[in-house]
């Protein structure tokens, strides 16, 4: 062991580190941006806007607590309304002009602890739950002032499947978006760099070869194992064989057996076109690396933010405002709102909500497409 | 080589140069890479683009064939102004490192690239892989090759196209003398054939090989001619010495 060789190498790596002005931003900034970001969505994390429509089963006393209920969401830009029945309120939970639908049962206001039922579309359990807490300490202090009866109860439940009946259901749509993109954007960032850095790519620009062959090239092969790795994905997750009884093995099933309202070609497809924009992607960023580890350096800057905003792991109706312009642009949102539409609420093709979805995914890998054409010819050396 | 394939971009092209230049500047930064270079290089012969590494041989080769834009001046190529994607499947350009996909095969590789340069057909891939002894080793990982074969798929992924154009930016870096003769030998072969070939290196060994001698220097032409006659003009019979000698107010003024 000899101390002034020690020094030696450990100069070297500082050296190395301090000329790298990647590894020194993903030291230094990047935690403190990514913690700061955290904690701003988590403590500033705004009570969400409601906007609830009143079925009133209650009469006079039901206008009474609903108007105090306006008041109350008010204060965050929502509002309460009175809807003429239960059918009327479901369809504007269904198209989304209204957030929660509540019904006041005709016994609110008497002796007894009455029930009280708020629906939700089901889409974004987390997101709702907010929701519907919010309106439940309005609901609860409205009805407590109106009437001087006992606090009412409330209860959940969602225009589309029951919100618990399985605890990975509400996670499902945003862990398979979110797999699937960020695998491809690895392995396409680091296989073009190689063709970047190993000279092929220059070799292969002296060929008659356009850019736009090789991006498309590129998207087609690694949208085969995209497509690939989402179908085994999907059929993991959505389905189950049930293995029969083989000599001494019991019988077990395969799969994890996820409910899906919709059709599960339709969840393929939604993912299938995010991928594509991930392969994209993918090439656009390689040009800004010089090695592999800068491609993996990529992932906080690129990847991280996605997952924090797209609704992976926050509800979007949960992040302040400052953020929701960022939540638009991210595609991931829109891989994670499509997957929602299909898996939970059973949309399809005629949902407008879906097709916004695969509209902008879409968009997003040709955007990226042509972009990462432009990058190619470009300080190709 | 078949006799017909290179005579053939000849004779489209008549009597005109391979390459011609004029007043071709490339500038990175505050480095002037390409200073000012007019050239006319008649076709069918062997050129050799001498001088120290940094000198700009690989930056010209670049700016003859499209790959890079000059900051002004313009270049034309077997009678097709630069840049020109058409052109390139005329074009073969065997870069410095080896530009071959390690993870593929022999055989992988030359189709590859025969596809990219629009080549159809087995028989260009095989007589490109006879040509560099490589024909036998089909199914070979080219990441398992040796330094000299992989230079060697490299040429062949170069000429698989039988390009009337052939750019080898220091194709001989790295390999025994053996296969540099072999080298050499396909070169001539190539050219007797009508290829015009421009060849880089800073191994003045290698320069009585080729036609004509372009010395390059802080990205000018110094000097140009044969062996003999650059020799004369320098008054030396070393060319190392000559290009010192020739070179001297060029690198004075640095």
């Known amino acids: 062991m000899s101390g002034r060789r020690t020094v030696a190498i450990f100069r070297r790596v500082v050296q190395e580190i301090r000329r790298d002005r990647r590894s020194v931003a993903l030291l230094f900034v990047v935690p403190i941006v990514m ?176 850019r736009g062959e090789v991006v498309a090239g590129y998207t087609l092969g690694f949208g085969l194992f995209a497509t690939i790795q989402v179908a085994l994905l999907l059929a993991w997750g959505l389905g189950t064989v049930e293995v029969p009884e083989i000599g001494p093995l019991p019988a077990f099933s395969l799969g994890l057996g996820l409910p899906i309202a919709g059709s599960p070609l339709l969840a393929f497809l939604v993912v299938v076109v995010a991928a594509l924009g991930a392969v994209s992607l993918g090439i656009f960023l390689s040009t800004f690396a010089r090695t592999e580890l800068q491609v993996v350096q990529f992932i906080p800057i690129v990847i991280v933010p996605q997952f924090l905003l797209s609704g992976v792991l926050f509800p979007v109706s949960s992040l302040p405002d400052v953020l929701q312009p960022f939540v638009l642009i991210m595609p991931l949102t829109y891989a994670v709102d499509g997957l929602r539409q299909v898996i939970v609420a059973g949309a399809d093709l005629a949902t407008p909500a879906l097709q916004l979805d695969l509209v902008v995914l879409a968009g997003v890998a040709i955007l990226f497409a042509a972009v990462a054409a432009l990058t190619i010819r470009r300080d190709v050396a | 080589m078949e006799p017909a394939a290179a005579p053939s971009a000849a004779s489209v092209n008549g009597a005109g140069p391979a390459i011609r230049a004029d007043d071709l500047v490339k500038v990175f930064g505050a480095i002037r890479a390409i200073d000012d270079v007019s050239l006319e290089l008649p076709s069918g012969r062997i050129y050799g683009f001498l001088g120290p590494n940094g000198s700009g041989k690989t930056t010209l080769i670049r700016l003859l064939t499209g790959l890079a834009r000059p900051t002004s001046g313009r270049a034309e190529v077997l009678g097709v102004p630069l840049p020109s994607r058409e052109v390139l499947a005329r074009i073969g350009y065997m870069t410095q490192s080896d530009g071959i996909y390690p993870t593929l095969t022999v055989g992988e590789n030359a189709r590859f690239f025969a596809a990219a340069y629009g080549v159809r057909g087995k028989e260009a891939i095989r007589e490109a892989l006879e040509l560099v002894d490589l024909a036998d080793r089909l199914d070979s990982i080219a990441g398992t090759l040796s330094g000299g074969q992989r230079r060697r798929l490299s040429l062949a992924c170069a000429i698989v196209h039988r390009p009337p154009l052939l750019f080898l930016d220091e194709p001989t870096v790295g390999i025994d003398p053996l296969l540099r003769v072999e080298f050499w030998a396909h070169f001539r072969e190539l050219a007797d054939a009508g290829a015009t070939i421009v060849v880089s290196s800073h191994v003045m060994d290698e320069a009585d090989r080729c036609d004509e001698l372009l010395f390059i220097r802080s990205g000018k032409v110094i000097a140009r001619g044969s062996g003999r006659e650059v020799r004369a003009q320098a008054g030396t019979d070393d060319l190392e010495q000559a290009f010192l000698r020739l070179g001297g107010d060029v690198g004075a003024t640095r």
């Open chain 1, 35 to 210: 913690t700061g970001l955290v904690t701003f969505i988590v403590r500033e994390g705004q009570a969400p806007e409601v906007d609830a429509v009143v079925v009133n089963d209650a009469g006079p006393v039901g206008i009474v607590v609903t108007n105090a209920l306006d008041t109350a969401l008010a204060t965050e830009g929502g509002s309460a309304t009175i809807v003429a029945d239960t059918a009327a309120a479901e369809a504007m939970i269904g198209d989304g002009t209204a957030t929660v639908a509540i019904t006041l049962p005709a016994g609110l206001g008497g002796g007894d602890s009455p029930t009280i039922t708020i629906l939700t579309d089901g889409l974004d359990p987390a997101g709702e739950a907010n929701q519907v807490a919010a309106v439940g300490r309005a609901l609860v202090t409205a009805a407590a002032g109106a009437t001087g009866a006992n606090p009412p109860t409330i209860e959940h439940t969602t225009l589309y499947g029951v919100p618990s009946d399985d605890p990975m259901a509400p996670f499902a749509p945003a862990i398979l978006g979110f797999l699937a993109y960020f695998f491809v954007y690895i392995l396409t960032g680091i296989s073009f760099l190689r063709e970047r850095t190993g000279g092929t790519l220059e070799r292969l620009m002296a060929t008659p070869v356009a």
